[in-house]
């Protein structure tokens, strides 16, 4: 049997550390994918665009196999939303990537972004 998955799509705010912090102390090598779909129309004000200054900064991530380097708005990956809106997701740097591989068994942790403007997210890519 492979490792648990937790794919999060359209979750945001601490939601998924908390239900990882709950339910991953009974699965073992649990990996968590997080991917996020950004509204243009955001009203959740400044700190939902603080990220930007970070757009050119490699970070690290959680992997299986270990820490490694990785590029902001890279390694794309298809996602289909609970709203139906289906886009490529890209790797960018969050708070998620320290705090969630801290959670017991948990063994990678990783963050994608999409716009629900796909000319938006080409260009940021």
């Not at 968590?32 to 603080?50: E, N």
């Not at 970070?54 to 709203?83: A, C, H, L, Q």
């Not at 740097?93 to 320290?98: A, E, N």
């Amino acid at each position: 049997m492979g490792s648990p998955v937790i794919l999060a799509s359209g979750w945001m705010g601490g939601t998924v550390a908390l239900l990882a912090s709950i339910h991953t102390s009974s699965l073992q090598d649990v990996q968590i994918h997080l991917h996020a779909l950004y509204s243009l129309q955001d009203k959740a004000g400044p700190d939902s665009t603080d990220y930007m200054d970070r757009m050119t900064i490699p970070f690290t991530v959680t992997t299986p196999t270990g820490v490694k380097e990785v590029t902001p708005m890279s390694d794309p990956v298809p996602v289909t939303f609970p709203n139906g809106y289906h886009t490529k997701c890209y790797r960018l740097d969050t708070p998620d990537h320290m705090t969630l591989v801290k959670a017991q068994n948990v063994t990678s942790a990783d963050f994608r972004i999409a716009f629900d403007n796909k000319l938006s997210t080409f260009a940021l890519v």
